[in-house]
């Protein structure tokens, strides 16, 4: 059973930059893509970004140049850091987990297992 766990969450100026974490447990974490959504308020949750076990990457079009997904194999850990924030990022920020294909999936469906989630509000 794979648990993750999300931090880094936080409030920041328009411009600035967060660095979110997300620690997984319970199998072998480098076997699996990773990825990060977010929701904001009254709105659905959208893809962010995902990593496969070898590093390659996709990007919603929207943080592409801005955010930057990576993972840490030993630590068990994934990483997004988000440069160049903008209000219209503010959203509860997810990790999931895609157990079943190596395909860079974005959809929330193809997700087996979340994080509860970390708040990141950005400030004009």
């Known amino acids: 059973q794979v648990q993750l766990v999300e931090s880094g969450g936080g409030l920041v100026q328009a411009g600035g930059s967060l660095r979110l974490s997300c620690a997984a447990s319970?199998?072998?974490?480098?076997?699996?893509?990773l990825g990060w959504f977010r929701q904001a308020p009254g709105k659905e949750r959208e893809f962010v970004a995902v990593i496969g076990w070898n590093g390659i990457a996709r990007y919603a079009e929207s943080v592409k140049g801005r955010f930057t997904i990576s993972r840490d194999n030993a630590k068990n850990t994934v990483y997004l850091q988000m440069n160049s924030l903008k209000p219209e990022d503010t959203a509860v920020y997810y990790c999931?987990?895609?157990?079943?294909?190596?395909?860079?999936?974005?959809?929330?469906?193809?997700?087996?297992?979340w994080g509860q989630g970390t708040q990141v509000t950005v400030s004009s």
């Open positions: 319970g199998r072998t974490f480098s076997n699996y893509a």
């Open positions: 999931a987990a895609d157990l079943t294909t190596v395909v860079l999936r974005t959809t929330v469906p193809a997700y087996d297992r």
